[in-house]
């Protein structure tokens, strides 16, 4: 069993419990449940904003821990003022060390999108989602069918949270939906979980025409970055990188500031 299929079994497991401890009546008596969404679809491709969606995680399966102990109130706040575009948090806790605790912590610190990342399976998660703060949600094409899609689309437009829709290879692409914001390619293979940033270039021009465009992971260079905004990727899902040193506002800041250094760079180039 491939670890993708141990976190898809764990969850349908969790979501079977949360759901006798914690019935949706009661997710809906949230603070956060009326409160309007920040679109991420906008902060993403803000003139003023870097594209980057900075991530709180404190481990992964692959690499096992790498950051257990942060703050995310810190380390939420520091990114926003590196200038990240939106925030994602993982809420898994057995295999990423997150919590839904987290994700509300951010909330209660920054006004600025939420991405919940988390592997959705279940109707449960997304009115969860909304129960905790978040404004977007992340869809795994690869774990759910078309009907699932479609279903969890239209659930989340209701709530007025938008979707990052995770796709890994052109099969996964057919099962985008109309509603859906935006379109992330993961570099990261979640079977084998090796990662290479070219993939996202290879698979660009397959993409959907109007949704946003994000490449995530493996991505740990401002030129790397430069080169997937050429080839027309919007925003870039960062995290290991940030969190793995020992400052990661400061690593997102000195990244960010890289990444306005090689644009002053072009246009200075193209004006001479």
Known sequence: MSILDKIVKAKKEQVERDQSLYPIKLLEQSIYFDSPCVSMKEYVCRDDKSGIIA?????SPSKGPINLYASPEKVSISYM?????????????????????DLKTIRNYNYCPILRKEFIVSDYQIIEAKSIGADAILLIASILSENEIKQYVALAKTLGLEILFEVHDADEIKKYVEGIELIGVNNRNLKTFQTDYNYSKEIYDQLPLDAVKISESGINDANVVK?????????FLIGEYFMASGDPGASCRKFVKELRSTRYSDVESYKS
């Not at 991530?55 to 481990?59: D, I, L, Q």
């Not at 080169?227 to 925003?235: I, K, R, S, V």
């Open 227 to 235: 080169e997937l905004q050429d080839c027309g990727y919007d925003g």
């Open 81 to 101: 003022q590196a200038g990240a575009s939106a925030i994602s948090v993982l809420t898994d806790k057995e295999f990423f060390g997150g919590s839904n605790e």
């Open 55 to 59: 991530e709180f995680k404190r481990k």
